[in-house]
């Protein structure tokens, strides 16, 4: 659950709830074993996040603010069971909200399995719309304007959150890969059947695996510094 930065560690703390803030965002959860704990952890979790989202709406309220239902979203992270069993979180005057199968998260679609399909559907949507609406017009486009185009509207898609693709099955990453692949192509002026790997390679771009694992190997100093 995504709150407002000065809203939420204060109240978290009180109860003994960590949370993390990132990009004007705070984000907190709750974790139980679903083997282990079964409907009983299910119960406790829906009852602490409850507590939470209640104690946030009061805080709001004393501050001449509201918290907005309609907008408040939680969803159960599992492999083994669908959101829906979890059951809504109901917050007393006759309102409630209802478990999600899908959120967004500081641009990424996150669905309750975290396979992560949901956003490789999304990129391809953005990616490909754009790329094809500027292909129709290229001729009438400098080369330098069209680059540009594609970097605004594709390659920063692609780029953004990348490092998941790392650990996505090849499956979902290969549909990834063909929109780099078009891109490639298209600013190579390539036809379609040409090689889409000297495209890209022209163009000194690497895979979307690599680039991935590219990522993660200049992170890593950063998360363990000697």
Request: proline share 5%; aromatic share 10%.
């Given at each position: 659950m995504?709150?407002h930065?000065?809203i ?5 703390n009180?109860?003994?709830?960590s949370?993390?803030?990132y990009?004007?965002?705070t984000?907190f959860?709750?974790s ?7 409907m ?5 979790a829906?009852q602490?996040?409850?507590q939470v ?8 309220k ?13 969803i159960p992270?599992?492999?083994?069971s669908h ?6 979180l ?17 641009g990424?679609?996150?669905?309750y ?6 956003h490789?559907d ?10 094809e609406?500027a292909?129709i ?6 080369k330098?304007?069209?680059i540009?185009?594609?970097h605004a509207?594709?390659t ?9 693709f790392?650990f996505l099955?090849?499956?979902l990453?290969?549909l ?5 692949n ?8 390539a036809r379609?059947?040409d090689?889409?790997?000297v495209?890209?390679k ?12 590219y990522k ?7 998360q363990n510094?000697?």
């Amino acid at each position: 659950m995504q709150l407002h930065d000065v809203i939420s560690p204060k109240i978290l703390n009180e109860i003994g709830i960590s949370c993390h803030t990132y990009a004007g965002d705070t984000q907190f959860w709750v974790s139980f074993d679903e083997l282990s704990d079964g409907m009983d952890g299910k119960f406790s979790a829906r009852q602490l996040i409850t507590q939470v989202i209640r104690l946030i709406s009061c805080f709001m309220k004393d501050n001449l603010l509201k918290l907005n239902p309609n907008k408040t979203q939680f969803i159960p992270f599992s492999r083994r069971s669908h959101p829906n069993s979890f059951g809504p979180l109901q917050l007393g005057n006759n309102v409630s909200i209802l478990p999600s199968t899908e959120v967004r998260n500081l641009g990424m679609e996150m669905d309750y399995k975290l396979n992560f399909k949901g956003h490789v559907d999304k990129i391809r949507q953005s990616c490909f719309f754009p790329s094809e609406e500027a292909e129709i017009d290229r001729s009438y486009i400098p080369k330098e304007h069209f680059i540009t185009l594609v970097h605004a509207f594709v390659t920063s898609q692609l780029d953004f959150c990348n490092l998941i693709f790392y650990f996505l099955p090849e499956s979902l990453v290969t549909l990834v890969q063909t929109v780099q692949n078009a891109t490639a192509k298209s600013l190579t002026g390539a036809r379609k059947y040409d090689s889409a790997t000297v495209a890209c390679k022209a163009l000194h771009v690497l895979p979307i695996r690599y680039c991935a694992k590219y990522k993660s190997l200049l992170l890593a100093p950063l998360q363990n510094p000697a």
